[in-house]
């Protein structure tokens, strides 16, 4: 077609029809709350006697989200559409060592590397059971960190909070490192979703200190996690001086930016805003010991960074020749 468009065929199987409505509905979970909420309000003569007691509740009452999290419900992190989901990339879950200690004894507080765009890894394979977290994991209660303001989104916080969603904040990761969670945490954050370009893995780490302190102050566990394949889900475009300029103000003024990025669409391969079918696997490192320090020193600090990111390395080398052969995907640390 003009201009390079590609067409999708009319005709494909079923499986891959509800694999593709698995992933619409999936990416328009924040806008379609955004609607219903607006769409609330709008006709707020009808919708008051439920949406008042529900956002007193929500916003002014219910802290749960900030006190260790929200009860995990088994049955959303099932539903079908994680699972026809997961099988559109394909989503994989890998646990590097079988024989790893992950009784859930201590306090366990694993870092997610790359953020990508919209680190589908972690909604995947760690917000739901698709990819096998029980299986993989059975002692641990995964309680993946995620914007703040996704928690003052009206209905969107029910979802999140129940897929075991906690506000990426200190109070809400101190309240959930306890031992039998798992609290993931992407490290790198918006700064290192700036840096996401296919075939290349820049990591923000090496001057983060939060996390390392965090782990020392409850002695858990560090854990490194790689995507493989999570910066490859969407093209990004290399932006101008003055729109990385614009991009880098809203980061410091909301702690949140996205990089220029296309995707495909529902009826086209190469234009629109959902990820492309590219395989997508989590692997989940060997936990790092860590001892309770409640004022740990910054030597204590750069120790354990400097062990942290060399097991992340060792991870990024034993796992890529396996899972991206034939590509010489460079791991920069920042």
Request: aromatic fraction near 12%; glycine fraction near 8%; proline fraction near 8%.
């Amino acid at each position: 077609l003009p201009g390079g468009l590609e067409l999708a065929p009319l005709h494909v199987p079923m499986r891959r029809r509800r694999q593709m409505l698995a992933c619409v509905v999936g990416t328009s979970l924040i806008p379609g709350a955004a609607v219903l909420t607006g769409l609330c309000f709008y006709f707020w003569r009808k919708t008051w006697p439920v949406l008042v007691p529900y956002l007193t509740w929500a916003w002014i009452i219910d802290k749960s989200p900030w006190k260790g999290g929200m009860r995990i419900s088994n049955w959303l992190r099932n539903v079908w559409m994680f699972r026809h989901w997961a099988e559109y990339f394909p989503a994989t879950l890998i646990k590097a060592n079988p024989r790893a200690d992950f009784s859930g004894k201590r306090p366990i507080l694993m870092g997610y590397h790359p953020h990508g765009i919209l680190s589908f890894g972690v909604q995947l394979c760690i917000s739901s059971d698709a990819a096998g977290w029980p299986e993989k994991f059975p002692n641990l209660s995964p309680r993946p960190c995620t914007l703040n303001m996704n928690f003052m989104m009206p209905f969107l916080r029910e979802f999140v909070g129940r897929l075991g969603g906690i506000p990426a904040d200190a109070k809400a990761i101190r309240s959930a490192l306890k031992p039998g969670n798992a609290v993931v945490l992407v490290v790198g954050g918006a700064a290192e979703a700036l840096d996401t370009k296919p075939g290349e893995y820049v990591l923000t780490l090496a001057r983060r200190t939060g996390f390392f302190r965090l782990a020392l102050q409850h002695g858990a566990d560090l854990v490194p996690c790689f995507g493989f394949g999570e910066n490859d889900i969407f093209e990004t475009v290399k932006p101008s001086s003055l729109v990385r300029k614009i991009q880098l103000k809203a980061y410091k003024l909301m702690s949140f930016s996205m990089p220029l990025f296309y995707g495909r669409g529902v009826f086209t391969y190469n234009m629109g805003m959902l990820p492309f079918r590219r395989p997508l696997t989590v692997v989940v490192g060997d936990p790092i010991l860590t001892e309770k320090t409640a004022e740990p020193t910054k030597e204590q600090i750069d120790e354990l960074k400097e062990k942290y990111i060399a097991a992340l390395r060792q991870l990024h080398k034993d796992w890529a020749p396996r899972l991206e052969p034939g590509r010489d995907s460079t791991l920069m640390i920042l």
